[in-house]
Nanobody
Framework: QVHLVESGGGLVQPGGSLRLSCAAAGIFFSINSMGWYRQAPGKQRELVATHTTGGLTNYADSVKGRFTVSRDNAKNTVYLQMNSLKPEDTAVYYC???????????????WGQGTQVTVSS
């Protein structure tokens, strides 16, 4: 079984920074893309940033220039460095990854458990 384990969330003041981590654990064949989504109360889940194995990245316009997604393939971990945080960044952040396993060579998407990020003064 494959699990995505998230960490790094917390409470921070506007303008502050946080670094989220998401590590894939378990038995798997390979990982394609890894990324971050977020869901604020009363809102739909939205894409924050994605990172492919080859290093291509994509960001939501709302976080462009403030957030940076990076990846350590050796550790099967994706990070989200969040700088200049705003109250509107407050949400539960979910890690997502496309993973192939021995039993599922075509691959499936997996979600982390979510980590709360609260930006407030």
């Amino acid at each position: 079984q494959v699990h995505l384990v998230e960490s790094g969330g917390g409470l921070v003041q506007p303008g502050g920074s946080l670094r989220l981590s998401c590590a894939a654990a378990g038995i798997f064949f390979s990982i394609n893309s890894m990324g971050w989504y977020r869901q604020a109360p009363g809102k739909q889940r939205e894409l924050v940033a994605t990172h492919t194995t080859g290093g291509l990245t994509n960001y939501a316009d709302s976080v462009k220039g403030r957030f940076t997604v990076s990846r350590d393939n050796a550790k099967n971990t994706v990070y989200l460095q969040m700088n200049s945080l705003k109250p509107e960044d407050t949400a539960v952040y979910y890690c997502n990854a496309g993973i192939k396993t021995v039993r599922d060579l075509s691959g499936s998407y997996y979600w982390g458990q979510g980590t709360q990020v609260t930006v407030s003064s």
